[in-house]
């Protein structure tokens, strides 16, 4: 089997059946407008400030010319034109005559180019204009297509709307008898101690020959393997068993051991004609009822109990301490391996356990699922729709059969896709779906289907679900420190803190001019510091919010400080609350986790591209395995006032931990006071102990914060704290 790369230029016209006047080179994978840009010389998008002049692409029809150049087909062999993906809608021309057509960016394209194509033949791509519905702006013009609808803008995203070929796209030579496609099915038994794996190899054709699987062990051991003749069936079935199995586990919970199947065809001499490589993980997910869920509610008229929300791994309950991911790049064909490494490096570092990729972005490329199946990150993948009422229109529903049928069958062979969802706030009011909606009835069907062992919901939230808030202090002047103490959702798997970019990052957006003080115009407005979110019109600098606790800032610097501190401590504030209503609460996501683009201001934890804020210490902090804890009803404090402080020892862990004390400090402008001491006894396996109440007459100050330090004298690892404000 041989592939080749293409050379190839793009250009546009109003008329597909015009061929354009001017081409310019193209990267594939990328995106058009990344290929004009450069050609016209302008900015890096991300650092433009006239993101506007990219409008008029989306009207155009883009076409992409390769000369096609390959080598001698000789005998048995077949010419494939290949692409994991175009973006959205395109049609595939050989010497002007069409040969394909398509609707959906997610599903491959593989054509036999043999009859039709000679060398030196002209290949054409032609993306037609994205897809608008309606006379609506934003985010409802993507309610009538299976395209992100965060690229139609987003309170984080600009309107950036990628066509083009966005995946691997190349020519491949064949042979006339090749592997078409290898798919599994695995069940585990109820007490993990034997793995049924069936495999199905689909053949482009029936042939004589041979062909061989086999199932090897993490180890490199061979577990169990086939030779089979071949004769009148182009399909071809194999099981297998595996006793004792080496499952699959989320980090901090165990190993993340992959089997290799290898399935290769031979011709009757016993060449080797075309073979397929397959990791598998082996683990089972489910989706439980939460403890206590059964018991609500208890008096008539009853309604149905909380739907389950705890994630259940190969028979143990795992408290999910995740985050959103959002696509890394406003144009996700440039995105790769070296974009999500690192950021999967800092979810690991930051003691999370999941990733939910958001309905509103593209789904992910493979090389996304292989890190988090090398990493032990558990994925909630949403698939691509996103706060809207989507159409139901027959080829509407096609188009998402087509393309979810597709994802389902890229990712169902992760291990780390542990959870499938319809897609993101579908049952709320501005979306205005139901459960009786056609596509997420579908939806459902197709992944029980091709995946029946993986969990589905239809959105989120559900029913009992948490999805915000989204401020630390909102517009009624409610503090994120109250909000989840009085609440009690199965699972936050939405709820966000904003805080801006560094200084240095702020500087490289913008001129000095503009830098300080903040205005609602400009880059400021641009990157989302103001008017961003409908639900404050200060979103998401909030610069009111950082002068009712602190003052009027006197310099760029000041307000970052403070603004980063509120973002800080409100996460902790909310993930460590989240842990202690444990178990009856499951998940703690916080929305978001990364960004797409530099930003003034969001709820993201890592600026763009891979650069942590001070609150992705302050996760990590919250989010390790084990820690003293203090919950507190507020953060601004005046002189006078009884401080008070909840002690708790959070503990996640697999293994029960020893006994210890616990020593709180305050540290007042420059003195650190003693206040409290609590031995606590020992804590079973995933475990938290409430402890006693600090209380502190609070004295007059003239820093403008102080510290709460929580200190165990044998685990420094476990100590903790947290800075409040003195107003």
């Known amino acids: 089997m041989s592939r080749y790369n293409l050379d190839w230029k793009v250009g546009y016209s109003s008329d597909p059946s015009v061929r354009p006047e001017r081409f310019v080179p193209a990267s594939v994978p990328g995106a058009v407008q990344l290929d004009w840009a450069r050609a016209e010389g302008w900015p890096h998008y991300w650092q433009d400030s006239s993101i ?13 010319e390769a000369e096609l150049s390959f080598e001698d087909l000789g005998e048995n062999k077949r010419l494939f034109f290949v692409s994991r993906g175009i973006d959205y809608r395109f049609l595939v021309r050989v010497d002007g005559k069409t040969v394909y057509g398509q609707e959906g960016m997610f599903t491959p394209v593989e054509i036999d180019l043999t009859e039709d194509a000679d060398d030196g033949s002209l290949l054409q791509v032609i993306v037609f204009p994205i897809p608008v519905f309606g006379d609506g702006k934003g985010r409802s013009e993507a309610r009538a297509s299976v395209k992100p609808a965060v690229s139609y803008g987003w309170d984080f995203h600009p309107r950036l709307v990628p066509s083009g070929i966005w995946r691997e796209t190349y020519l491949e030579i064949r042979s006339d008898r090749h592997i078409r496609e290898l798919s599994f099915n695995y069940t585990i038994d109820e007490d993990l101690s034997r793995v049924l794996l069936d495999l199905c190899v689909e053949l482009n054709q029936a042939c004589s020959g041979l062909l061989e699987w086999n199932l090897l062990h993490p180890s490199g051991e061979v577990v169990d393997g086939q030779s089979i003749s071949l004769g009148s069936d182009a399909i071809v079935d194999g099981t297998c068993e595996v006793h004792d199995p080496d499952l699959w586990w989320p980090r901090e919970y165990g190993d993340q051991p992959l089997y290799l199947l290898h399935v290769s065809l031979h011709d009757e001499a016993g060449r080797l004609i075309d073979e397929r ?32 929300m705890t994630l259940e791994l190969n028979g143990r309950r795992i408290f999910v301490k995740g985050s959103n991911w959002v696509a890394p790049d406003v144009f996700p064909g440039v995105s790769g391996e070296d974009a999500y490494r690192p950021l999967i490096e800092k979810a690991v570092g930051a003691h999370l356990n999941l990733l939910r990729c958001w309905g509103g972005s593209a789904v992910n490329k493979p090389s996304f699922y292989d890190l988090c199946d090398q990493m032990g990150i558990m994925v909630w993948q949403d698939f691509p729709l996103a706060c809207n009422d989507y159409v139901e229109s027959p080829e509407y529903l096609d188009t998402l059969d087509q393309e979810s049928l597709s994802i389902i069958k890229q990712l169902k062979p992760h291990p780390s896709v542990v959870i499938w969802c319809g ?27 091709h995946d029946p062992d993986t969990p589905f919901l239809p959105t989120t939230p559900i029913m009992g679900v948490g999805h915000g808030g989204y401020l630390f202090r909102d517009v009624d002047g409610v503090e994120c420190f109250e ?109 978001c986790f990364n960004e797409p683009w530099p930003a003034v201001a969001n709820n993201s934890i890592i600026a763009w591209p891979c650069d942590p804020k001070p609150s992705y210490r302050a996760v990590k902090q919250s989010c390790r395995p084990t820690l003293a804890s203090a919950r507190v009803k507020k953060f601004s404090w005046s002189q006078g006032e009884m401080f008070e402080a909840e002690l708790w020892m959070l503990n996640d862990a697999l293994h029960s931990i020893k006994g210890d004390r616990i020593e709180a400090y305050l540290q007042l402008d420059d003195e650190e006071t003693f206040v409290l001491g609590w031995y606590f006894d020992s804590l079973e396996a995933d475990e938290n102990r409430m402890g006693p109440v600090l209380r502190f007459k609070i004295p007059e100050m003239l820093s403008q914060s102080f510290r709460l330090v929580l200190r165990v004298e044998a685990r420094p690892d476990w100590n903790s704290e947290y800075t409040f404000c003195y107003r």
């Open 277 to 308: 490589k397959q990791n598998i993980g082996f683990r089972r997910s489910r989706l439980v009822m939460n403890e206590g869920a059964w018991d609500e509610p208890q008096s008539m008229p009853l309604t149905r109990n909380a739907p389950p």
């Open 423 to 449: 897609g993101n706030e579908l049952f709320n009011k501005w979306s205005g779906m139901t459960d009786q909606s056609k596509a997420i009835r579908m939806l459902n069907r197709n992944c029980f289907t």
């Open 483 to 591: 909000l989840f103490r009085r609440a009690r959702r199965s699972a936050y798997v939405e709820f966000g803190v904003p805080g801006p970019a560094s200084v240095d990052r702020l500087s490289s957006l913008m001129e000095e001019s503009e830098l300080f003080p903040p205005r609602e115009s400009g880059v400021w407005k641009l990157r989302h510091g103001f008017g961003a979110w409908e639900g404050d019109p200060e979103s998401w600098l909030c610069v009111s919010t950082i002068e009712y606790y602190f003052g009027r800032s006197e310099s760029i610097e000041e307000l970052v400080e403070w603004a980063q501190l509120l973002q800080s401590e409100g996460y902790k504030a909310l993930f460590e609350e989240a842990r202690r209503q444990k178990p009856y609460c499951s998940m703690a996501i916080n929305w």
């Open 52 to 64: 506007e002049r990219y409008r008029w692409m989306e009207d155009m029809y883009w076409i992409y």
